[in-house]
């Protein structure tokens, strides 16, 4: 159970921080409404919330298997939300940081 409710909670922040930023982005670069910026900053406000709910207690363990998420997360998003084709460079990096976001996360560790 611990390991799907870490999947989950990445896969949650990951749409709240990388929505987030696109949508400040689109704002901001692309010319969208303002609002959309307000709703960007309001999703990554957020993400800071759900980073918390990670069952491990250790904030630089959490964070930086994070960004291995958000790598891949970030690529995807590009590709559902911006037609964004990665080439075999990108998809190589990210399952590579998805791997270790797996061995921070999911490696064998003393108790206590």
């Given at each position: 159970?611990?390991?799907?409710?870490?999947?989950?909670?990445?896969?949650?922040?990951?749409?709240?921080?990388?929505?987030?930023?696109?949508?400040?982005?689109?704002?901001?670069?692309?010319?969208?409404?303002?609002?959309?910026?307000?709703?960007?900053?309001?999703?990554?406000?957020?993400?800071?919330?759900?980073?918390?709910l990670?069952?491990?207690?250790?904030?630089?363990?959490?964070l930086a298997?994070?960004?291995?998420?958000?790598?891949?997360?970030?690529?995807?998003?590009?590709?559902?939300?911006?037609?964004?084709?990665?080439?075999?460079?990108?998809?190589?990096?990210?399952?590579?940081?998805?791997?270790?976001?797996?061995?921070?996360?999911?490696?064998?560790?003393?108790?206590?």
């Amino acid at each position: 159970m611990t390991v799907v409710l870490v999947v989950v909670l990445f896969v949650i922040a990951a749409v709240a921080e990388i929505g987030g930023a696109w949508l400040v982005w689109q704002s901001i670069r692309e010319g969208k409404p303002w609002w959309w910026a307000g709703l960007g900053m309001m999703a990554l406000a957020a993400y800071g919330f759900i980073a918390t709910l990670q069952p491990d207690a250790n904030f630089g363990r959490i964070l930086a298997a994070y960004g291995g998420v958000f790598v891949a997360g970030s690529l995807a998003w590009g590709i559902v939300f911006d037609g964004f084709r990665p080439d075999r460079w990108d998809i190589g990096g990210s399952v590579l940081c998805l791997v270790g976001v797996a061995v921070i996360m999911f490696a064998p560790r003393p108790v206590g």
